[in-house]
């Protein structure tokens, strides 16, 4: 007890002697709110990833709600002075679509992960490429062990445009939720084993 508050004292104490100016030149610029659009007609918008590949070049992705229908992916990219909407494909059929992940490699490379719910009630993983003017959706395999089967990628890294790794979780034939690791080599992508 009497160490905890030693420690305590003298993290008081510094901070003391170093005076404001001090510590606000050692904890750096601060964070500001930037203005993100929404898409027209949206009762919901959210951004759950983000990559940057230079102060002036972001990717965030995330899905948005349409006042009529259901969840849609959505991808916004920062400039370097606004955010501006991309457009992006969602699957033929999907009831929902979303985008949890991205990962840039330059400006005009970017992949997002995600999942979709079918129209035949499964939940099965997403990813889609931009390569500097559009969005495309990639296939990716889905582990077909549950019904419904339930699939999603939640978080993606890429070393270059042909080499990305993303990871995800889906429900074995047990019923039991385990860890989802897929690869991309530049033409497709396949899963790989995960204990």
Known sequence: MGRRFAVIGAALAVAATLG??????ATGPSWKIQPTPNPSGA???ILSGVSCT???????????HPSSGTYVTLAERW?????AIQSTPNPTGA????????????ATACTAVGRYHSNSGNYLTLAERWNG??????PTPNPVVA??????????????????????DYYNSSGTLVTLAERWNGSSWKIQPTP
Request: aromatic share 8%; hydrophobic share 40%; charged share 10%.
């Open 20 to 25: 404001t100016a001090d510590v606000a030149d």
């Open 43 to 45: 009762t919901i918008s």
């Open 54 to 64: 230079a102060a002036t070049a972001c990717t965030a992705v995330g899905r948005y």
């Open 79 to 83: 400039n370097g002075s606004s955010w």
């Open 95 to 106: 009831k929902t679509s979303t985008l949890y992940g991205v990962s840039c490699t330059a």
């Open 133 to 138: 003017s559009s969005w495309k959706i990639q």
């Open 147 to 168: 019904t419904p089967a339930v699939s999603e990628l939640f978080g993606v890294s890429c070393t270059a445009a042909t080499a990305c790794t993303a990871v995800g």
